[in-house]
């Protein structure tokens, strides 16, 4: 660690390679020259854990394929630096977001200076640092959770990597859909909502489209549960395309085959799921 400051010194002189060498042992860094690229995350934020600890998170920039490294700066009010913190090296590839601990905030820092090192044609350049305030805001973030885990509900399904509801028939509204996980049995959760594909709330009066996910939260976790669509069901065992008419003739066949299989989720076929069938004809 550098606990002088930056490990560049733009006016006088000293480049990166004197001072990263002490602090990582390195001998081989280059010069290390003041570039102009954008490295800056839309979304760096503090999480703060309490006790003077927490950690910085962003999502790296898609354009920041030719970042090396970011090094890290604890700095006061007047976002002066206190002192360094580390140099932290993408030689494994760079990943999606960026997170790193801090166990031990010293007194007065508050912001992290991040300077993004970046290499072009050879040459290495810092971009223009950017600040991650160390003050918590909002709620902790959400963790991914297994909130309907062991359900017996028959319209919730076991699938890879999660769960499925099977089907949405066609007319189902959000509000529809919601009130089924509002009162399905041995599920708990805090809130519900449907979202459509792209992650927008779909209102309450809208019909449920393809790609619909319901999203479950629980204290800080959170579930999402894809829907599917029983026109789409029926399209699949037909081998319809996906935009072609569903017609009677298509319900009779399935519902006289032998892959018929429970619709509506009550674990039996019958004439309720030979209903709910006849409404999905175009
Ligand atoms: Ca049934």
């Known amino acids: 660690m550098d606990t002088n400051g930056r490990p560049y010194v733009r006016e006088d002189g000293l480049s990166l390679m004197d001072n990263i060498a002490d602090e990582t042992g390195r001998d081989d860094f280059f010069e290390v020259r003041e570039g102009s690229g954008n490295y800056t995350p839309d979304d760096h934020a503090f999480l703060g854990e309490g006790g003077g600890a927490g950690k910085i998170v962003w999502t790296i920039p898609e354009s920041s394929y030719d970042l090396i490294a970011y090094y890290l700066y604890f700095a006061g009010a007047d976002k002066g630096i206190m002192r360094g913190l580390a140099g932290v090296y993408f030689s494994n590839g760079i990943p999606l977001m960026f997170e790193y601990m801090l166990p031990d905030i010293p007194e007065g820092a508050e912001y992290v200076e991040v300077v993004p090192l970046y290499a072009e044609f050879g040459d290495y ?82 019909p449920v489209p393809a790609g619909a996910r319901v999203y479950l939260t629980r204290g800080n976790q ?61």
């Open 125 to 206: 350049y810092y971009a223009p640092s950017f600040f991650v305030e160390l003050k918590s805001q909002g709620e902790p973030p959400l963790e991914p959770g297994d909130l309907v885990a062991g359900t017996n509900w028959g319209k919730l399904k076991a699938v890879d990597g999660g769960y499925e509801y099977r089907f949405a028939a066609k007319g189902t509204t959000a509000g529809h859909l919601i009130n089924e996980f509002w009162n399905a049995a041995g599920l708990s959760f805090d809130k519900v909502e449907i979202q459509t594909r792209d992650g927008q709330v779909l209102p309450v009066d809208q």
């Open 222 to 282: 959170y579930q999402l549960i894809d829907v599917r669509l029983l026109s789409d069901y029926v399209r699949e065992k037909r081998q319809l395309s996906g935009s072609a008419p569903i017609t009677p003739a298509d319900i009779a066949a399935y519902v006289l085959g032998d892959e018929r299989e429970d619709v509506n989720g009550d674990g039996v076929f019958d004439r309720k799921d030979v209903r709910l069938l006849l409404g999905e004809i175009d």
